[in-house]
């Protein structure tokens, strides 16, 4: 029987908890790719889809969704599947009266388009030891979009935080819609019914009536339900004095209080987004900064909130997500964050 985090856990119960066993024990064998290392095997307990398993028409996207800490959303799509009428000239320059209705699948296509330029490197800044990975993803299409995503991630030796700083660019000569979202997935034990979701008392609102019923309940964590149908909301948070919007969870009932926070640009990711499943097996709750709401590209721009990239610009995004241990930390954040 696996004793986690101080608990023992038969199998039924911890299988509730976690969608895969990956999330708390596993095994892959990898390679090295370089260095007097090449070719030399060890052993990772993580693994991701390979972009060849995409499925783009309506929900496929979730055969491939992965979890993990963070899934990235967008570039011309984010949320709900569908089609945007004002925007289907796919195909109308190639000498033929037809024209394809652009289908956008759930949540677009860039979490499974591969990297190019891919590198990492480990270096000093001063007495600061950097590690950073980086990388461009590109969603293009003849007669369409041509807009590229720039990814650097770093973490500081000795902190517990992640720092995303993408930059997202528009390479075609035509205006595109542009969505993004940043899918943070926190499950157990960050999510627990111990644990508390803090907004800094920031108002909330039901994206529709499936989750009206648990609005007095989205900032708390109910126990494994057997038939749970999601719930989303829309927290209107308000950023501090250097622009960046704080949130986080907390679980009191673990080391004395374990979480994580999130903090994120307001003026590039104007929305948080909450998705709280509490089901057996997919018991999460994400924290998603994201520039539109979730319900399909076509509502975002009837609504006027969708966003476009003119030819040659660039917006960036950053967003810190950090690991909060121990009554001290915690104080902090519920300090800062209780409203």
Same mark, same amino acid.
């Given at each position: 029987?696996?004793?986690?985090?101080g608990?023992?856990?038969?199998?039924?119960?911890?299988?509730?908890?976690v969608?895969? $066993?990956?999330?708390v024990? #596993?095994?892959?064998?990898?390679?090295y790719a370089?260095?007097?290392?090449?070719?030399? /095997?060890?052993?990772?307990?993580?693994?991701?889809p390979?972009?060849?398993?995409?499925?783009?028409?309506?929900l /496929?996207w979730?055969?491939?969704? @992965?979890? #993990?800490? %963070?899934t990235?959303c967008?570039?011309?799509?984010?949320?709900?599947? /569908?089609?945007d *009428?004002?925007?289907?000239t796919?195909?109308?320059?190639?000498g033929?009266?037809?024209t394809?209705?652009?289908?956008?699948?759930?949540?677009?296509?860039?979490n499974?388009?591969?990297?190019r330029?891919?590198?990492?490197?480990?270096?000093w800044?001063?007495?600061?030891?950097?590690?950073? =990975?980086?990388g461009k993803?590109? +969603? =293009?299409?003849?007669? #369409?979009?041509?807009?590229e995503?720039?990814?650097?991630?770093?973490?500081?030796?000795?902190?517990?935080?992640?720092?995303?700083h993408d930059?997202?660019?528009?390479?075609?000569?035509?205006?595109?819609?542009?969505? $993004?979202?940043?899918?943070?997935?926190?499950?157990?034990?960050?999510?627990?019914?111990?644990?508390v979701?803090?907004t800094?008392g920031? *108002?909330?609102? *039901?994206?529709?009536?499936?989750a =009206?019923?648990?609005?007095?309940? @989205?900032?708390?964590?109910?126990?494994?339900?057997?038939?749970? *149908?999601?719930q %989303?909301?829309?927290?209107?948070?308000?950023?501090?004095s250097? /622009?960046? @919007?704080h =949130?986080a969870i %907390?679980?009191?009932?673990?080391f +004395?209080?374990?979480?994580?926070?999130?903090?994120?640009s307001? +003026?590039?990711?104007?929305?948080?987004v909450q998705?709280?499943?509490?089901?057996?097996?997919?018991?999460?709750?994400?924290?998603?900064?994201?520039?539109?709401?979730?319900?399909?590209?076509?509502?975002?721009?009837?609504?006027?909130?969708?966003?476009?990239?003119e030819? #040659?610009?660039?917006v960036?995004?950053?967003?810190?997500?950090?690991?909060?241990?121990?009554?001290?930390? @915690?104080?902090?954040?519920e300090?800062?964050?209780a409203?």
């Amino acid at each position: 029987m696996p004793r986690l985090f101080g608990s023992d856990y038969t199998r039924a119960a911890l299988m509730e908890l976690v969608g895969h $066993m990956d999330q708390v024990a #596993g095994v892959d064998r990898l390679e090295y790719a370089e260095g007097p290392e090449r070719n030399v /095997g060890l052993l990772r307990f993580r693994t991701i889809p390979h972009s060849a398993h995409f499925e783009p028409p309506g929900l /496929g996207w979730l055969r491939s969704f @992965c979890g #993990g800490l %963070v899934t990235t959303c967008g570039l011309t799509n984010a949320g709900a599947p /569908g089609s945007d *009428p004002e925007h289907n000239t796919l195909y109308a320059g190639i000498g033929t009266e037809d024209t394809e209705v652009v289908k956008l699948g759930l949540h677009g296509r860039v979490n499974n388009t591969a990297a190019r330029r891919v590198a990492a490197d480990c270096h000093w800044d001063g007495d600061d030891y950097l590690l950073t =990975a980086s990388g461009k993803v590109r +969603e =293009a299409i003849v007669f #369409g979009e041509n807009v590229e995503l720039t990814r650097r991630i770093l973490a500081v030796a000795g902190e517990n935080a992640l720092q995303i700083h993408d930059e997202v660019t528009n390479h075609g000569h035509d205006s595109v819609p542009h969505m $993004m979202l940043y899918h943070i997935n926190l499950g157990w034990p960050v999510v627990a019914p111990e644990s508390v979701l803090y907004t800094g008392g920031a *108002p909330v609102e *039901p994206r529709d009536a499936a989750a =009206a019923p648990g609005l007095d309940a @989205c900032h708390r964590f109910e126990a494994p339900q057997a038939s749970y *149908p999601e719930q %989303v909301f829309y927290h209107s948070m308000t950023p501090d004095s250097s /622009g960046f @919007c704080h =949130a986080a969870i %907390v679980n009191r009932g673990l080391f +004395e209080g374990f979480g994580v926070e999130i903090s994120y640009s307001a +003026e590039s990711l104007p929305q948080l987004v909450q998705w709280k499943s509490m089901k057996r097996g997919t018991y999460v709750c994400g924290l998603e900064p994201s520039n539109s709401q979730v319900r399909g590209r076509d509502i975002e721009r009837a609504a006027g909130r969708l966003r476009f990239l003119e030819p #040659g610009e660039t917006v960036t995004y950053d967003v810190e997500i950090a690991v909060v241990v121990g009554p001290v930390e @915690c104080e902090d954040v519920e300090r800062r964050l209780a409203g």
